[in-house]
Structures are given as C-alpha cells and as structure tokens.
C-alpha cells in the first residue's frame, strides 16, 4: 500500500526520514491519505475523500476540527509530552525574567548605548530594575500533566487550586483550554492570591481573564503576568512580559514531535493501531505481522459488525474464532484493546484480521 502525505507546516527532516519509500510527498491537502501539521489552521480546509489521518506535531488541537473529522473517519493524532521540556525550559526563564525587571534593564541599557559614561549612568538606573531571588519561594502549578509534572519538582503539594492561590508566591498554568478551565484565572481567582504573586502562562491565553489581570497588576496584587501568547490586550502594557510564543520553539522539540508525530501516522497507516489520538480511543495490537490487518473505524450503532463479518465471510474470508497458542493470546489482546473502546454513541475502532 502506498500513501500520499502532505505538511501543512514545515516538519522536522529527523522525523520524515522514517517515512520510507512507501510514502510520496504532496502538495496538494485534497488528495493526501495523510496530513502532518503544527499551526496551520485546518478549519475552513475541505478534506479530500482519501484523508486517512492527521497528525499535530505538538500538542494543542485546537487547530484542528477534530470532532467533525471523527465523523468522517479520519483519525487525529497530537505528540504529548515531545516539546514538554522546551515548555518547562521557558517556564523556569519566566520566573527568572519577572522576579527582576530584565528586560526592563536591558532595554535601558540599549536606549542608552550612545552614553560614553553609561557604565557609572547604570549604577544609579539599576535600582528600578531590582527584584527578588526564585529560592525559597513557593511555586503552584495548575495541571500536572506532561508539561506541569516537568515544572512541578520545585513546588509545593497544595490539595487543589485554591490553596495554590492562597499559598504560592509563583503561579503556573499547564492545563489545556477546555469550557471548564477557560478564564479560571479571573477576578476572583486573583482576589484569593497573595499580593505579589507572578504568575506565568505558557498554556493558553483563554485561560486568563486578562482584563482582570491588567487590574490586578494596575493594583499591584499581581506583580508580573508573563505569558506565551501576545495579543493586544496584553502586549506592552505594564507588568505584562510577553513573549512571541516561544514555548515549544527549540530544536529537540521540534524534532522530538516530528519523529512521534510520524511514529504515530505509519502506526495508524500500517497496523491499524490508534495511539495518542485526540478524537478516537487508544486501540493497540502491535505491528501487522501476517498477510495484512483490517481495522474499521465505525458508528458504534447496532448491527454494524454483523455488516462487516457478512462481507468478508461472503469474499471467502475466514475470521478467526478458536484455537489455541499464538491466535488465542491475539484474540486476548483484541478483546482487551476492544474493551477500552467508551461504550454508548461513541466510535468503535474494531480490528479484525482475515
Ligand atoms: N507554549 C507552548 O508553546 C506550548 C507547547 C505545548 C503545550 N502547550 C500548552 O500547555 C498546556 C499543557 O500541555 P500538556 O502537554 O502538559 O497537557 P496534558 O494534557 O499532558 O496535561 C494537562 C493537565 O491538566 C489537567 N487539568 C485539566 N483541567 C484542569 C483543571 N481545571 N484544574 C487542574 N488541572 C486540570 C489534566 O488532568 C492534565 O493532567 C496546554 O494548554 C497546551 O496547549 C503550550
């Protein structure tokens, strides 16, 4: 079987280089079996009747109409946990960039490049540019998962996340942006914080009710708010150190998502497996070692698999149902990869194997 692929984004060569010579490039999204994409805006792109698969280099998949693309078979994959360290790296550079205003000095220092004095000028400008020291203060975290579990070695176990607001004098998000945690960090989140909290943002911005943040800084109860994402609320204003999103932007990364990202599309492509996908449920049999594997992704609606079974029973297909030994441990694994399956209007990933 030969698949045509196209990048939407550009995609580390460390990860394409595994895609043998099965796989041919394309530039053209309507006639691709498979997609890689980091940021690229897939919503108003229409996809082609071939589109087996999608894969995010990367985590976030709000780029991606992923539900819609359930309902047309196309499975969506994202990377967990590959940028993770480029995303803690920065966490940890934030802290340190608001607890002393550096940025601050360092463009002090290049307005006044041309002052020949500027080595004794600093030494009277430096004052306004002081802080405090990262040791000994206590640092919340908000979402323990890839990226949250990275940072979270130096802060401490709150029992959840008001006593975070409560104690912590650096507060940092890594939750996804779901209905539920949109703006959590809001008015009232704020009014429970210390005076002086810094808090960082290198999740999502919807996560922040930012007017209420630019308040809070304005009042002084935030001293600095630093986030990953500009927009024009917050870029330039007072006490906002914004960076141009920067969190997964180093080269490990990037080739760490491109290399799971195609893991994941050839997985998917050649055995059927489903692993880290965001709109189907995780179904594994490992790789396709006999003549060929069928997995069919379908409504779980009634009377569906006895369809499937008449068609290859009526092709002279043979399902295999007994036996001892090898068959029987793969049924096993079939029966228990089935079994993760979520019952009840939802999708079934059924693998059966002539
Ligand atoms: N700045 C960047 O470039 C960059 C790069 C990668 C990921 N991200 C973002 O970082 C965030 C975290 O990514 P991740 O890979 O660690 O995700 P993840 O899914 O591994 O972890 C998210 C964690 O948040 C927890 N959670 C969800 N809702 C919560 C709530 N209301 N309160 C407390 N915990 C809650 C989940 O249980 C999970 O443990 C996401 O928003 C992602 O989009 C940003």
Not at 120 to 129: C, H, N, Q, R
Request: glycine share 10%; with cysteine; net charge positive.
């Amino acid at each position: 079987m030969n698949y045509k692929y196209t990048c939407l984004n550009p995609i580390a060569a460390v990860g394409l280089n595994n895609l043998d010579d099965r796989y041919a490039r394309t530039e053209d999204f309507a006639s691709a079996d498979a997609v890689f994409v980091r940021s690229a805006k897939m919503d108003e792109m229409v996809p082609g009747a071939n589109l087996l698969a999608v894969a995010r280099a990367g985590a976030g998949v709000n780029n991606i109409p992923h539900a819609e693309y359930a309902k047309k078979g196309i499975v969506v994959f994202n990377t967990p946990g590959a940028n993770a360290n480029g995303v803690k790296e920065l966490v940890i550079a934030a802290m340190l960039l608001a607890s002393r205003d550096i940025v601050g000095g360092i463009e002090w220092v290049k307005a006044n490049a041309a002052d020949a004095a500027i080595n004794k000028s600093a030494e009277k400008a430096k004052k306004a540019f002081a802080g405090t020291e990262i040791q000994g203060k206590k640092l919340g975290v908000i979402g323990l998962g890839a990226i949250g579990q990275k940072v979270a070695n130096a802060a401490v176990h709150c029992k959840n996340v008001e006593d975070i607001y409560r104690a912590c004098d650096f507060i940092t998000i890594h939750v996804p942006a779901l209905d539920s945690t949109k703006g959590m960090i809001n008015a009232e989140a704020l009014a429970m914080m210390k005076t002086g909290v810094i808090i960082v943002n290198a999740a999502r911005d919807a996560l922040v009710n930012e007017p209420d943040m630019l308040a809070a800084l304005e009042s002084g109860k935030v001293r600095k708010y630093v986030s990953d994402f500009p927009n024009a609320t917050t870029a330039g204003k007072k006490g906002c150190i914004v960076i141009p999103h920067l969190g997964a932007s180093t080269e490990e990364a990037e080739d760490n998502c491109a290399v799971m990202a195609v893991k994941e599309m050839r997985d998917y492509l050649e055995n059927g497996n489903i692993v880290n996908s965001v709109n189907y449920p995780a179904c594994s049999l490992g790789p396709a070692n006999k003549a060929g594997r069928v997995a069919i992704c379908h409504k779980n609606v009634a009377n569906m698999i006895g369809q499937f079974t008449s068609i290859l029973g009526n092709a002279g297909v043979n399902i295999d149902g007994g036996g001892r030994g090898p068959a029987q441990e793969e049924r096993r694994r079939d029966s228990r990869a089935r079994d993760q399956v979520k019952e009840g209007g939802g999708w079934r990933h059924s693998p059966t194997r002539p």
